[in-house]
């Protein structure tokens, strides 16, 4: 006998290892320059992923420790919507201060990159 499926219970596994596979593939908070790879985690760790960018990845499988090229090509979908997200919320576009329930990223640091150590 087959066990129900429950969707939400796979979007939310799903969501989990979005999210680790993120994790190795971005810089860490504290590599220079450190404002941009707070600002980039910021927002692709905000929460409130959609249910096409969770499920797209049936799995992310890792071969010793490195993320396989067909699911680093589906993260890199998920980085270019949360890119795409944080433009459209930019004073010059929608101006908007909440995404996800939280300040949007040009409300924490700022509407452009200015260099390292500022």
Do not use: W
Not at 5 to 12: E, G, P, R, S
Request: hydrophobic share 30%.
């Amino acid at each position: 006998m087959h066990r129900p499926f429950k969707l939400d219970q796979y979007l939310d596994r799903t969501g989990l290892r979005i999210n680790a596979a993120l994790d190795q593939l971005l810089p860490p908070e504290d590599a220079d320059p450190p404002t941009i790879h707070k600002a980039m985690r910021y927002s692709i760790f905000a929460g409130g992923k959609t249910h096409s960018s969770r499920a797209v990845p049936r799995r992310l499988r890792s071969h010793r420790g490195q993320i396989r090229r067909r699911d680093a090509s589906r993260l890199c979908r998920e980085c270019i919507h949360t890119y795409s997200l944080i433009h459209d919320d930019l004073p010059s576009m929608d101006d908007d201060d909440l995404r996800r329930g939280k300040p949007t990223n040009h409300k924490v640091f700022g509407e452009g990159y200015r260099g390292a150590g500022r």
